[in-house]
């Protein structure tokens, strides 16, 4: 039987839902600047498939990587790990 390969996941906070069945997710991370040595916040926008249209903008949420959605969806909903208020 073959083995799968591990699926990439990453962290971030919902931006918009107002699609049908998408989310845009937005990842920070923090990089080292080459010359001066100091930390800055970069960001990455991701679309994520949610499936079942539960999220709201300023959920914090995790997202795996897929097969190709659609043009630019490659990315889907595994969970909500915090509801915003």
């Known amino acids: ?7 990439k996941e990453k962290t971030g906070i919902v ?19 080459p010359k ?9 926008r991701f679309m994520a498939h949610d499936d079942k249209n539960e999220c709201s903008e ?3 949420v995790r997202i795996a990587e897929t097969r190709p959605l659609s043009k630019n969806k490659c990315w889907r909903l595994v969970e909500i790990i915090e509801k915003v208020k």
């Open 1 to 7: 039987m073959e083995t799968r390969n591990l699926r």
């Open 36 to 44: 001066y040595g100091k930390f800055v916040k970069k960001s990455s």
């Open 58 to 60: 300023g959920d914090k």
């Open 15 to 33: 931006v918009s839902n107002k699609m049908e069945k998408s989310v845009v997710v937005s990842v920070e991370r923090k990089v080292k600047h």
